[in-house]
């Protein structure tokens, strides 16, 4: 049974999705600050997390902030604000997706479900083939990446998008199709979520986002990958 976390300072909103969340037959822990969220993940680490950014003391992504040091937990924030700021921040310190209150507890379970299905899923790639491309070395089996030879730490979905990408090269996907493939949504999903993830991906790769030779931007339509095979 995998465990899921629920931080938020509201307890209505706890109890609703924990009874969704339940019904699906996940074990839920709560917690109501930071300071007890962190006890828990230290504690009992849970597979996924559900993070409120606005939180007593300790907010949301200090929470996120120490948790990223010890643990790869799948972390989708639930923000009340509008500002698109507060997501991309929180997406660029280790988020793997987030929602905006109010939102549907259907739809917030249908997210849970689907990341969680990722760890389950049967892989297409095989898994003991060797990526390399000029500067770039990818090896499935072990998650891991070389970037001119230096290890490069990924996120369990940065990685599953580079390898997504980079196993079909020349290859335009578009958001929605990345969506899918990536974060295993069938429709929900804010499509700029996987706008902020190629950016922390360059970001980690060295790859200038205005003159790429890994990841390209295909305007209008989404992101292929175009570093040639060594």
């Known amino acids: 049974m995998q465990k899921v976390l629920v931080v938020d300072d509201?307890?209505?909103?706890r109890t609703v999705l924990r009874g969704y969340l339940e019904a699906e037959g996940y074990d839920v822990a709560e917690a109501a600050d930071g300071a007890e969220a962190l006890a828990v993940l230290h504690?009992?680490?849970?597979?996924?997390?559900?993070?409120?950014?606005?939180?007593?003391?300790?907010?949301?992504?200090?929470v996120?902030?120490?948790l990223r040091g010890f643990?790869?937990?799948?972390?989708?924030?639930?923000?009340?604000?509008?500002?698109?700021?507060?997501k991309l921040v929180g997406l660029g310190?280790?988020?793997?997706?987030?929602?905006?209150?109010?939102?549907?507890?259907?739809?917030?379970?249908?997210?849970?479900?689907?990341?969680?299905?990722?760890?389950n899923r049967d892989e297409r790639t095989d898994r003991d083939s060797l990526l390399r491309f000029d500067g770039l070395?990818?090896?499935?089996?072990?998650?891991?990446?070389?970037?001119?030879?230096?290890?490069?730490?990924?996120?369990?979905?940065?990685?599953?998008?580079?390898?997504?990408?980079?196993?079909?090269?020349?290859?335009?996907?578009?958001?929605a199709q990345l969506l899918k493939k990536v974060w295993g949504y069938d429709f929900y999903g804010d499509e700029r979520v996987v706008?902020?993830?190629?950016?922390?991906?360059?970001?980690r790769l060295g790859d200038d986002a205005g003159d790429p030779h890994l990841i390209?931007?295909?305007?209008?339509?989404?992101?292929?990958?175009?570093?040639?095979?060594?």
Do not use: C, W
Not at 71 to 86: C, F, G, K, P
């Open 10 to 13: 509201e307890a209505q909103i």
């Open 43 to 62: 504690k009992d680490p849970p597979a996924l997390v559900l993070l409120d950014v606005m939180l007593p003391g300790i907010d949301g992504l200090e």
């Open 195 to 203: 706008d902020v993830h190629i950016r922390s991906l360059r970001a």
């Open 93 to 119: 310190v280790g988020a793997d997706d987030y929602v905006t209150k109010p939102f549907s507890p259907r739809e917030v379970t249908a997210r849970v479900k689907a990341m969680l299905r990722r760890d």
């Open 64 to 66: 996120l902030r120490q």
């Open 137 to 175: 070395s990818i090896k499935p089996a072990h998650r891991e990446v070389e970037a001119n030879g230096v290890s490069v730490g990924l996120s369990s979905l940065e990685f599953d998008l580079l390898t997504a990408l980079a196993t079909e090269l020349g290859r335009v996907f578009s958001r």
């Open 216 to 230: 390209a931007t295909v305007r209008g339509v989404g992101y292929k990958f175009v570093a040639g095979p060594r």
């Open 71 to 86: 643990s790869d937990a799948y972390v989708i924030l639930v923000t009340a604000r509008a500002e698109e700021v507060d």
